[in-house]
């Protein structure tokens, strides 16, 4: 599995890379960090290019690659990369231009090779996009910051599942909240949450909600054969069946300490584009990390 | 639903939220076509201020790469009968454009070179003595440099001066983050007041010369510009040293002008024999606009220079042509051919009449209205479309404004280089912003002040100073 963690600021990313790394470490995956840069104007991009390339001889980084360098350090701090070599340092490493606007801080001397350092530079939604198409990523994992049409678009536009990381404290002790469906989206979920729970030993609390009914049979069918998954693989887990508004009951049962897992909407592109859908909606008002799995 | 409906309208939707600004433009256009021409305008003048509307829009919002957008534009101007194609042929290559394009290979080779280091030793030598006279001395130095040679050229060669200075400074406290910001303004605000100086300076200069000499039959030699301007640029100077104190207080403790001192001094330039090549060619190139852009005009000599950087074997043309923005020298040419157009219609005449019709509902008083408002018009308009695009497609109006007067057409080229105000306005903007150490709200802040005692000084001096010329 790949997985991509976004980052910005080192003030604000350090609970998207902490949580992403728990991700993708419970999966055993290959993990791309990349961060991308302000959007250059097609006017100054050579320029600005040029600027880069001789602050890059000289040794004085650009910005996105402090950022990475920050990153590297953070993981190595947590122990998600093992250093063998005690003379690496990060002013060792290399940046090589890959194809445009990418460009991947070759590590030198022993480390990971699950670890790919990668610097951007562009529209965040356009980069990201391309990142995940190029590597092939099949989550990625931003920050909760910048306006929530950014996250829409990203659900909307970005070929993977997508993790929303907001107010997350790995001082606080989390529980999946997992609200299943009949869409192919739940079921990735399902699958996702499995994975993640049994690896960190979390608790599931497995949720349907019935709107404007009094009860729905295929639900809860659904409900009990994800109880049933999650029984036979030991993981520990409730079941609950909410009523009214899906958005509000979610957002309420979720309160700031769960990590949520559920499907994207299978509804029309089209009207997801203007009106939104409810995993957009639950992601944007939520106060706590939420996965949109496709 | 069917998988690859959703896969389909997913991607539609995609191209649709990326090229919006495209669909916008061509649907308000094709809005404008069914319209009645405006009475006292031609229809191909009519059609040429559409064009002009939807490459403003396309160049501001970049819903397409540049290439497109100048080809566009050529394509437009011959489909909507505003010109023959070898009339849009013959408009889409002249000096200006070769300056554009030779001033853009010049600057790669001679960035390419590693001149920085010679240049600190040099300003260290002479403004070393105090901090505040460093970044004094760096912003002097890099306004003459650029004036020259070109705020692209410059930028990329003093940048790194400055942020080798502040490479430890710890931007947490207001102090420190305040000597960065100081430092790499004094930089930034150099080489950006630097390029009105000469007409190199800036393409947006060798446009307006070309357009005056084209429609009023004026002529401005590289001499007659610097006697206009340079005093500008020195007022300029002494102005933004005080904005940039009063917006930055610090001590400057930070600063590590010892360190680098050390650093510079122990780098080996003295055997670099490159470096004395470049500095002869640099010198030729600039005494050859001074002595003979009338008989070879400048794009000639500029292009002249990349030459002989090529021919030396000092730069590769694999390093011009990675670096070089063609899109930028194809966007410049359409561009300036649309100007052409908006002029030999009489769209511009237009566009005049139709101004001076406003100014007349104004009460009546002393002050003269079309000046200030061009200036600041073409000055605004620089900040969110770029200077050199602004004079190609604003200049003829500015020249028709009043044809004999050369202070209307050198104001509306002058002002368009007051790119204090965005971050999008010039190369040297861009760059000080694709540090991330400079936001774009601190960018505008600083800017605003500037750029009213920028359109101040311009006035003062084009009322008091230009007309002892």
């Not at chain 1, 909600?209 to 049979?217: C, I, Q, R, T």
């Not at chain 2, 790469?65 to 909507?80: D, M």
């Not at chain 2, 923005?325 to 511009?348: D, K, P, R």
Request: glycine share 6%; proline share 3%; hydrophobic share 50%.
């Amino acid at each position: 599995m790949n997985i991509l963690i976004a980052i910005g600021g080192k003030e604000y990313s350090k609970p998207t890379l902490e949580l992403g790394m728990k991700i993708s470490d419970s999966f055993e995956a290959s993990t791309t960090i990349a961060y991308v840069g302000k959007k250059i104007s097609q006017f100054s991009e050579k320029d600005v290019s040029v600027v880069h390339q001789n602050l890059d001889d000289r040794e004085l980084y650009r910005p996105g690659v402090r950022t990475l360098e920050w990153a590297y350090d953070f993981l190595q701090s947590k122990n998600y990369i093992d250093k063998k070599d005690a003379n690496v340092t990060f002013n060792d490493h290399l940046i090589i231009d890959e194809e445009n606007s990418r460009m991947r801080v070759l590590l030198k001397g022993s480390h990971s090779n699950k670890i790919d350092l990668i610097l951007r530079t562009g529209e965040i939604i356009d980069q990201l996009r391309a990142e995940v198409e190029t590597s092939n990523q099949e989550i990625t994992i931003i920050g909760g910051g910048g306006n929530k049409g950014m996250h829409h678009k990203l659900v909307q536009f970005i070929d993977s599942s997508v993790m929303v990381v907001k107010n997350y404290s790995p001082k606080r002790k989390y529980r999946i909240l997992l609200p299943v469906n009949n869409s192919l989206g739940s079921n990735k979920a399902i699958e996702i949450a499995q994975q993640f729970a049994k690896s960190k030993s979390l608790p599931i609390d497995i949720i349907t909600v019935l709107e404007n009914k009094p009860s729905d049979d295929k639900l809860k069918n659904i409900l009990v054969s994800t109880e049933n998954r999650f029984k036979e693989a030991g993981i520990i887990n409730t079941t609950k069946i909410l009523e009214g508004n899906p958005v509000e009951a979610v957002v309420n049962y979720a309160g700031d300490n769960s990590l949520v897992m559920l499907g994207v909407s299978p509804k029309n592109p089209i009207l997801k584009y203007f009106f939104g859908s409810k995993p957009i909606s639950i992601a944007q008002q939520c106060n706590c990390p939420v996965l949109i799995a496709k | 639903m069917n998988e690859s409906y959703k896969i389909i309208s997913s991607s539609m939707l995609y191209w649709f939220s990326q090229k919006r600004w495209f669909v916008f433009s061509v649907l308000l256009a094709i809005l404008l076509l069914n319209l009645a021409t405006p009475v006292g305008l031609n229809v191909a003048g009519y059609h040429s201020l559409i064009i002009l509307l939807m490459v403003f829009t396309l160049v501001t919002f970049e819903p397409i790469p540049f290439p497109a957008i100048a080809l566009l534009t050529l394509v437009l101007q011959v489909l909507l009968g505003v010109a023959p194609p070898d009339v849009v042929a013959a408009s889409f290559m002249n000096d200006a454009v070769l300056f554009v394009m030779g001033s853009l290979m010049f600057a790669i080779a001679i960035v390419h070179q590693g001149l920085d280091i010679r240049l600190a030793k040099i300003i260290i030598k002479l403004f070393g003595r105090s901090k505040r006279l460093f970044l004094a001395g760096l912003m002097t130095i890099s306004a003459i440099l650029s004036s020259f040679l070109g705020e692209h050229t410059i930028i990329a060669i003093m940048l790194p001066i400055g942020l080798s200075v502040v490479k430890n400074v710890d931007t947490k406290q207001t102090d420190g983050k305040n000597a960065v910001l100081l430092t790499l303004f004094s930089v930034a605000y150099g080489t950006i007041i630097g390029s009105i100086g000469t007409p190199s300076g800036g393409a947006r200069n060798v446009i307006m010369i070309n357009y005056l000499q084209e429609f009023s039959s004026i002529h401005i030699d590289y001499w007659e510009w610097m006697k206009h301007a340079y005093p500008i640029l020195i007022v300029q100077l002494v102005v933004a040293y005080f904005v940039l104190q009063f917006a930055f207080p610090t001590t400057l403790k930070n600063i590590q002008i010892k360190g680098y001192k050390k650093k510079v001094s122990k780098s080996n330039t003295k055997n670099n024999i490159n470096h004395l090549f470049s500095f002869l060619i640099i010198l030729l190139i600039v005494t050859s606009w001074f002595l003979f852009n009338e008989e070879f005009g400048l794009g000639i000599i500029a292009l002249c220079g990349a030459l002989i950087f090529m021919i030396c074997g000092m730069v590769s043309w694999e390093v011009i042509n990675k670096n070089t923005n063609w899109g930028v020298i194809l966007l410049f040419a359409a561009t300036i051919s649309l100007g052409f157009q908006i002029n030999e219609t009489g769209a511009s005449s237009w566009m005049v009449e139709k101004f001076n019709g406003l100014l007349a509902l104004m009460p009546e008083s002393n002050i003269n209205f079309s000046w200030p408002f061009m200036a600041i018009l073409t000055g605004l308009t620089a900040n969110f479309f770029t200077s050199s695009a602004t004079v190609s497609l604003l200049g003829p109006m500015a020249i028709e404004l009043q044809p004999t007067d050369i202070s209307f057409a050198l104001s509306a080229a002058i002002a368009s280089g007051f790119s204090f105000l965005t971050v999008i306005s010039s190369p040297t903007a861009m760059i000080i912003y694709s540090t991330g150490l400079v936001s774009t709200k601190t960018f505008f802040k600083v800017g605003l002040l500037m750029f009213i005692s920028s359109i101040a000084i311009l006035y003062l001096m084009s009322k008091f100073y230009w007309v002892t010329l």
